[in-house]
C-alpha cells in the first residue's frame, strides 16, 4: 500500500474539528501517511475549502456548533458532483441505534470515540485510503479500456476506409495499366513476367495474356542487348525509376523492334525489391521518322553549302585548266616536250581529279541516307575538316574569320563520322546567323569570328565552337533543343539543327553544353567518349548564362 501512496498524486483527507487543539492533533497523526490535508474549523468552512477537490476520506467531529458533522456529512453524500467520501465520525459518547442509523444514512461508514488512539485511527484510515486507491486504479482501466475501444474504433474505420481505398486504387491502376497505348508488363524478382496490360500480347504478336505470364524477360532479348537490360536494372534499383532507355526487343514472331523502356522498382515492406514494371513503347516509326527528319536536313545544309562546294570543285577545274592550257601552249611552239615534264603536269591532273572525286565522293556519302551506315571508329579532326570544307569558301566571302585549335593525338571515338560532320554544320550555321543576327541588330560592323578547338580528358574528347555573336536569352536556352524552336527570323531557320544535333550526339552516347553570354558569345561543347566502356547511359544537355572559364 506504501508503494500505492507514493507512485500516485497524494490524496486529500478532510479534517472537520471545531476545536483547534484537536484539529492540530489529528492532524500530527496523520502526518505519516504523507497525504495532503485539508482542516476545516466548521461545516461552512469545510465545504468551502473541498470545492473542485477530490476526497478520500473525511474525520468529522459529531458535535459542532452551527452545521453539526451529520449535517456536513449528509450534504456531501448527496452532491452529485462527486464521488461518495466514506465519512469517520469523531464522536465523545456512544450513540443509540437511531442516532447511529442517522449518521450511517449521512455517510457514516465508521466511529472514533474521543479519546482515539493513533494507532487505531491510522489503521482505519489506511484501509479507507487503499479503497480510494483500489477506486482510483479501477476508473483509471475502465479509461484505458475506454480509450483502447475508441483508438480500436477508429483503427476499423481506417482500415475500412484503406481497403476501400485500396479497392479503388487497385480498380484504377487496372484501368491505367489496361487502356495504357504501351505494352505494361510486371516482373517477379526472378525477372518472370507476372502481368501483362491488355495490350502487351498485341504489340508482342501473342493471342493472350496467359501466353505471357511467366515467360522470363530474357525470351524478348536480342544477346546484344542483355548488358545494357542488366545496367539499366541495376540502375533502377538504386535510383528507383529509370527512364527513355533504347533497346532492340524481339516479339514473339522472332521479329525485331526498336523500342524506348522505362523501368520502376516495386518494395517490399522491408525495402527489398519485389517487382519491376517495365514500360514498353514501340518507336521503330518515331526512328524512321527522325532519320528522315535528319535526311532531309543534311540535303538541306548542302543547298546552304552550295556556294563552297562549287568554290571547292571549281578550284581543282582551274588548276586542270591552267596545267591543261601550259601544255597546249608548249605543244603549239613546236618545242619537244620532255618525259619529265609530261609526267609532272600529268600528275597535277589526276591529283586535281582526285580531289574533285573525293569531294564529290564525300558529298555523296554525306548526302545519303545512313540508316544502313554501321557506326565505327574515326578521327574527330578530320571530320570537323570536311565539314569546314564545305562552308569555309562561304565565311569567307562574308569575312567571318574561322580559327581552328585542333588538338594532336586526339583518340578515335565511335560513331558515325557524316553524322557528326552534320552536328559540326549545324554549329557552324547557326554561329554564322548568331553574327550576322547581331551585325544587323547593333549597326556595328564589329570582326565576326568562329573558334573551333578539339582537346581531350581522360575519358571524352571534347569540340569547342565559339562565336561572338547575339548569344542566346536565359528563358530560351531550355527551349533551344526542342525540335522547330528557333530564335531566327520567319523563313531563316527551321529550327531542327539543334535538335538533331542533339539526337545525333546522344546517339554516341556523348553531352552537349551549352554556355551563353548574351550579346556577347555563346560556345557549343560536345563531349564524346573514346569506347563503349566511357559511354555515358543517360547523355544530358546542360545550359549556362555563362561562358566558358
Same mark, same amino acid.
Given at each position: 500500500?506504501?508503494?500505492? =501512496?507514493?507512485?500516485?498524486?497524494? *490524496?486529500?483527507?478532510?479534517?472537520?474539528?471545531?476545536?483547534? /487543539?484537536?484539529?492540530? =492533533?489529528?492532524?500530527?497523526?496523520?502526518? /505519516?501517511?504523507?497525504?495532503?490535508? %485539508?482542516?476545516?474549523?466548521?461545516?461552512?468552512?469545510? =465545504?468551502?475549502?473541498?470545492?473542485?477537490?477530490?476526497?478520500?476520506?473525511? @474525520? @468529522?467531529?459529531?458535535?459542532?456548533?452551527?452545521?453539526?458533522?451529520?449535517?456536513? !456529512?449528509?450534504? &456531501?453524500?448527496?452532491?452529485?458532483?462527486?464521488?461518495?467520501?466514506?465519512?469517520?465520525?469523531?464522536?465523545?459518547? !456512544?450513540?443509540?441505534?437511531?442516532?447511529?442509523?442517522?449518521?450511517?444514512?449521512?455517510? !457514516?461508514?465508521?466511529?472514533?470515540?474521543?479519546?482515539?488512539?493513533?494507532?487505531?485511527?491510522?489503521?482505519?484510515?489506511?484501509?479507507?485510503?487503499?479503497?480510494?486507491?483500489?477506486?482510483?486504479?479501477?476508473? +483509471?482501466?475502465?479509461?484505458?479500456?475506454?480509450?483502447?475501444?475508441?483508438?480500436?474504433?477508429? $483503427?476499423?474505420?481506417?482500415?475500412?476506409?484503406?481497403?476501400?481505398?485500396?479497392?479503388?486504387?487497385?480498380?484504377?491502376?487496372?484501368?491505367?495499366?489496361?487502356?495504357? /497505348?504501351?505494352?505494361?508488363?510486371?516482373?517477379?524478382?526472378?525477372?518472370?513476367?507476372?502481368?501483362?496490360?491488355?495490350?502487351?500480347?498485341?504489340?508482342?504478336?501473342?493471342?493472350?495474356?496467359?501466353?505471357?505470364?511467366?515467360?522470363?524477360?530474357?525470351?524478348?532479348?536480342?544477346?546484344?542487348?542483355?548488358?545494357?537490360?542488366?545496367?539499366?536494372?541495376?540502375? $533502377?534499383?538504386?535510383?528507383?525509376?529509370?527512364?527513355?532507355?533504347?533497346?532492340?526487343?524481339?516479339?514473339?514472331?522472332?521479329?525485331?523492334? %526498336?523500342? +524506348?523502356?522505362?523501368?520502376?522498382? @516495386?518494395?517490399?515492406?522491408?525495402?527489398?525489391?519485389?517487382?519491376?514494371?517495365?514500360?514498353?513503347?514501340?518507336?521503330? #516509326?518515331?526512328?524512321?521518322?527522325?532519320?528522315? &527528319?535528319?535526311?532531309?536536313?543534311?540535303?538541306?545544309?548542302?543547298?546552304? =553549302?552550295?556556294?563552297?562546294?562549287?568554290?571547292?570543285?571549281?578550284?581543282?577545274?582551274?588548276?586542270?585548266?591552267?596545267?591543261?592550257?601550259?601544255?597546249?601552249?608548249?605543244?603549239?611552239?613546236?618545242?619537244?616536250?620532255?618525259?619529265?615534264?609530261?609526267?609532272?603536269?600529268?600528275?597535277?591532273?589526276?591529283?586535281?581529279?582526285?580531289?574533285?572525286?573525293?569531294?564529290?565522293?564525300?558529298?555523296?556519302?554525306?548526302?545519303?541516307?545512313?540508316?544502313?551506315?554501321?557506326?565505327?571508329?574515326?578521327?574527330?579532326?578530320?571530320?570537323?575538316?570536311?565539314?569546314?570544307?564545305?562552308?569555309?569558301?562561304?565565311?569567307?566571302?562574308?569575312? %567571318?574569320?574561322?580559327?581552328?585549335?585542333? !588538338?594532336?593525338?586526339?583518340?578515335?571515338?565511335?560513331?558515325?563520322?557524316?553524322?557528326?560532320?552534320?552536328?559540326?554544320?549545324?554549329?557552324?550555321?547557326?554561329?554564322?546567323?548568331?553574327? +550576322?543576327?547581331?551585325?544587323?541588330?547593333?549597326?556595328?560592323?564589329?570582326? &565576326?569570328?568562329?573558334?573551333?578547338?578539339?582537346?581531350?580528358?581522360? #575519358?571524352?574528347?571534347?569540340?569547342?565552337?565559339?562565336?561572338?555573336?547575339?548569344?542566346?536569352?536565359?528563358?530560351?536556352?531550355?527551349?533551344?533543343?526542342?525540335?522547330?524552336?528557333?530564335?531566327?527570323?520567319?523563313?531563316?531557320?527551321?529550327?531542327?539543327?539543334?535538335?538533331?544535333?542533339?539526337?545525333?550526339?546522344?546517339? &554516341?552516347?556523348?553531352?552537349?553544353? %551549352?554556355?551563353?553570354? *548574351?550579346?556577347?558569345?555563346?560556345?557549343?561543347?560536345?563531349?564524346?567518349?573514346?569506347?563503349?566502356?566511357?559511354?555515358?547511359?543517360?547523355?544530358?544537355?546542360?545550359?549556362?548564362?555563362?561562358?566558358?572559364?
Amino acid at each position: 500500500m506504501k508503494k500505492d =501512496m507514493t507512485s500516485r498524486e497524494k *490524496p486529500n483527507i478532510l479534517i472537520v474539528d471545531d476545536n483547534y /487543539p484537536n484539529l492540530y =492533533m489529528l492532524e500530527l497523526a496523520l502526518v /505519516p501517511l504523507k497525504v495532503n490535508i %485539508i482542516t476545516a474549523l466548521s461545516g461552512e468552512e469545510a =465545504m468551502e475549502k473541498i470545492k473542485g477537490k477530490k476526497v478520500a476520506v473525511a @474525520i @468529522i467531529d459529531i458535535r459542532m456548533p452551527g452545521m453539526d458533522g451529520v449535517e456536513l !456529512a449528509t450534504i &456531501m453524500h448527496h452532491d452529485k458532483t462527486r464521488d461518495l467520501v466514506p465519512v469517520i465520525f469523531l464522536t465523545c459518547l !456512544a450513540k443509540d441505534e437511531q442516532e447511529l442509523e442517522k449518521c450511517y444514512a449521512s455517510g !457514516a461508514v465508521d466511529f472514533i470515540l474521543k479519546p482515539y488512539n493513533n494507532y487505531i485511527l491510522l489503521s482505519k484510515v489506511k484501509i479507507f485510503l487503499e479503497f480510494f486507491f483500489q477506486r482510483q486504479r479501477i476508473l +483509471e482501466q475502465k479509461r484505458e479500456i475506454e480509450q483502447k475501444a475508441e483508438d480500436l474504433a477508429r $483503427t476499423n474505420k481506417t482500415m475500412q476506409e484503406t481497403e476501400t481505398a485500396l479497392t479503388d486504387s487497385v480498380k484504377l491502376y487496372q484501368t491505367l495499366i489496361n487502356t495504357s /497505348p504501351e505494352a505494361i508488363i510486371l516482373l517477379d524478382s526472378e525477372l518472370r513476367i507476372s502481368d501483362v496490360s491488355e495490350i502487351t500480347p498485341e504489340i508482342w504478336g501473342f493471342q493472350s495474356k496467359e501466353e505471357l505470364l511467366g515467360l522470363s524477360f530474357s525470351e524478348f532479348l536480342p544477346q546484344e542487348e542483355n548488358s545494357k537490360f542488366n545496367q539499366s536494372l541495376k540502375s $533502377t534499383k538504386s535510383k528507383k525509376l529509370v527512364q527513355n532507355v533504347e533497346l532492340n526487343l524481339r516479339r514473339g514472331d522472332k521479329s525485331i523492334f %526498336i523500342a +524506348e523502356i522505362s523501368i520502376a522498382l @516495386i518494395n517490399e515492406i522491408e525495402n527489398k525489391p519485389f517487382a519491376f514494371m517495365v514500360i514498353i513503347r514501340d518507336i521503330s #516509326q518515331r526512328k524512321k521518322m527522325e532519320q528522315q &527528319m535528319i535526311h532531309n536536313a543534311r540535303l538541306l545544309s548542302l543547298g546552304e =553549302m552550295a556556294t563552297g562546294i562549287a568554290h571547292e570543285i571549281n578550284q581543282p577545274l582551274n588548276n586542270i585548266s591552267l596545267t591543261l592550257e601550259n601544255v597546249f601552249n608548249e605543244i603549239q611552239s613546236n618545242k619537244p616536250i620532255s618525259s619529265s615534264y609530261f609526267k609532272d603536269k600529268s600528275e597535277r591532273v589526276f591529283d586535281n581529279i582526285y580531289r574533285m572525286r573525293s569531294i564529290i565522293d564525300h558529298i555523296r556519302d554525306f548526302s545519303r541516307d545512313q540508316t544502313d551506315f554501321f557506326s565505327s571508329l574515326f578521327e574527330i579532326n578530320n571530320s570537323i575538316g570536311n565539314a569546314v570544307s564545305m562552308i569555309a569558301a562561304q565565311f569567307k566571302h562574308r569575312n %567571318i574569320e574561322l580559327i581552328r585549335e585542333y !588538338a594532336d593525338d586526339i583518340p578515335q571515338v565511335h560513331g558515325n563520322t557524316f553524322k557528326f560532320e552534320q552536328v559540326v554544320l549545324n554549329l557552324l550555321v547557326n554561329a554564322k546567323d548568331a553574327m +550576322e543576327d547581331k551585325r544587323e541588330m547593333t549597326q556595328v560592323d564589329f570582326p &565576326m569570328c568562329i573558334k573551333i578547338k578539339t582537346s581531350h580528358n581522360k #575519358q571524352f574528347v571534347i569540340t569547342e565552337i565559339t562565336d561572338n555573336g547575339i548569344g542566346i536569352k536565359p528563358d530560351e536556352l531550355e527551349k533551344i533543343v526542342l525540335p522547330f524552336y528557333t530564335t531566327k527570323a520567319a523563313g531563316k531557320g527551321t529550327g531542327l539543327g539543334l535538335s538533331i544535333s542533339h539526337g545525333i550526339v546522344k546517339e &554516341m552516347n556523348g553531352t552537349i553544353e %551549352i554556355l551563353s553570354k *548574351p550579346g556577347i558569345e555563346t560556345t557549343i561543347k560536345i563531349k564524346l567518349p573514346f569506347n563503349k566502356n566511357g559511354a555515358k547511359n543517360s547523355p544530358d544537355i546542360v545550359f549556362s548564362e555563362k561562358g566558358n572559364n
